[in-house]
């Protein structure tokens, strides 16, 4: 019943549900943009029907995350006011203009989009799903900025026991911000893909609306094989990277206890109840530098030397994250990218070769597939905020002294249960409108719509 864990899960478990909607949001947007944009260049009411049905399920999806994503910020005053009293005056600028430019920008433009079909000419309409989608990029990015500066601390100094910026270029060009960018919003763009597979591929078994499932299918496995590709790119870009700034956070995550050059790969591993503690694993040797370097040799540094020189460094204390963890969180992540990838490839292979109907009873994968990117997400953001524990500002803060002061173990608790009761029950609801309104399909009324043509509207 220790405090700070229980202020971590609190604010871990209202993250993970948080996140839950966030890549689908960035992902599908996109889905709901090409498509209107197809009907407004073609006139072909197939798109326009698309457009209007994903984006249906994309505004139930925007309104989950953005309930979710307001009690988020109360959390930082909540349970963690030393630690916004810290990065503050850092976190004040890209949040403002978070909030100031990117979600008013996607909010304002979506109400637009919602009301104007009948109101607005054709391309305005489509121009407006595009400064959505531009909105909601542009909002990951700068939370993304936020977030770079937790992970590798830039453009900045202590005064006082603040940090506080002297360089806002430094902050906004953080390499670690950038490549998180690069991987979110490529997992943004694999989770919408895999969703538009998983309820087309439902229809199509069904043979509901097929010339319009297949269409989006089509879009979506080209879409979700490439992105699923350039997360599996970012995320090695990523790694190599984290070597250098977080190099204990890169260990961890393969469980590299000792320093060495070559250092062999850990394929699998057993832990003990510590987690922090290897029983047994299969190595591949000359493999991990391999990975870092393209060539077989290269030093890594390993958990124990990084351990020695922390408390050298920043003073006695544990500054080993939890491996276990965070060692199998990687491989979760990357085992289900590589499956994305090759379940992206069949469902292209699908659609290019004309719907071959000894496939089409495999269209169920895709179904089940939806889950996938889920997973993977998770992971990935438990490994990201686990592996560089003990910090929650990497070499600046500690995450035992980020508290807010008096809590007790009573407040915490009622928090806790209080979130976990309302968001389970949020979560019901999200599920529900989101399986009943992708199992309805296109409606007759949609479906049999006939408005003038483009040449004809212009």
């Known amino acids: 019943m220790d405090p700070v864990l229980l202020s971590r899960l609190q604010f871990a478990f209202t993250t993970i549900y ?75 600028a890209p949040l403002a203009i978070e909030a100031l430019l990117a979600f008013f920008l996607e909010s304002t433009f979506l109400g637009i989009w919602i ?9 305005l309409h489509a121009a407006t799903i595009w400064l959505v ?14 977030n770079g500066f937790m992970q590798d601390p830039v453009g900045y100094v202590i005064n006082n026991g603040r940090a506080e910026m002297v360089d806002f270029a430094a902050l906004v060009f953080n390499p670690r911000a950038w490549l998180l960018f690069w991987h979110t919003i490529s997992a943004g763009l694999t989770t919408g893909a895999f969703f538009v597979l998983g309820v087309s591929a439902y229809h199509l078994i069904r043979k509901q609306n097929v010339e319009e499932f297949q269409s989006a299918f089509r879009l979506a ?31 961890a995550s393969e469980a590299h206890w000792e320093t060495a050059d070559p250092a062999p790969f850990s394929l699998v591993a057993i832990f003990d109840s510590t987690g922090k503690r290897e029983i047994w694993s299969l190595r591949i040797p000359y493999a ?8 077989l040799e290269g030093e890594v540094e390993g958990i124990y030397q990084l351990q020695e020189e922390f408390s050298a460094k920043y003073g006695e204390g544990d500054y080993i994250p939890p491996v276990a963890l965070d060692f199998w969180m990687f491989r979760i992540m990357v085992g289900v990218g590589f499956l994305l990838v090759a379940l992206g490839s ?14 089409m009873r495999w269209l169920t994968l895709m179904l089940w597939a939806i889950a996938l990117p889920y997973i993977a997400n998770s992971s990935g953001w438990i490994l990201t905020e686990t592996s560089r524990q003990p910090w929650i500002v990497y070499g600046l803060l500690k995450t035992q002294d980020a508290m807010s002061p008096n809590l007790n173990i009573g407040m915490l608790l009622v928090t806790l249960l209080g979130f976990t009761s309302i ?27 006939v408005e003038p043509s483009f040449v004809e509207t212009y």
């Open 115 to 123: 009301f104007g079909w009948n109101q607005l000419p054709k391309g």
């Open 288 to 295: 991990l530098s391999m990975l870092y370097f393209w060539k």
């Open 423 to 449: 968001y389970a029950a949020l979560m019901v609801a999200d599920v529900y409108l989101l399986v009943k309104f992708a199992k309805a399909g296109i409606s007759d009324a949609e479906a049999e719509s």
């Open 346 to 359: 069949f469902a292209l292979y699908v659609s290019l070769r004309h719907w071959p109907e000894k496939w």
């Open 221 to 251: 496995a080209i879409i979700g094989l490439i992105s699923a590709v350039m997360v599996g790119v970012a995320g090695d870009f990523q790694g190599r990277y984290l070597r250098e700034v977080q190099p204990m956070a890169a260990a």
């Open 18 to 92: 948080h996140f839950f909607f966030v890549p689908l949001t960035l992902g599908l947007v996109w889905f709901v943009a090409i498509f209107e944009t197809i009907y407004v260049i073609t006139g072909n009411q197939t798109y326009k029907r698309l457009a209007k049905f994903w984006g249906k399920l994309f505004l139930i999806n925007f309104a989950m995350g953005v309930v979710t994503g307001i009690v988020m910020e109360f959390q930082f005053g909540m349970n963690w006011a030393t630690y916004s009293r810290f990065v503050g005056d850092i976190f004040g």
């Open 133 to 146: 989608a531009l909105g909601s990029t542009m909002s990951a990015l700068w939370i993304l900025i936020a």
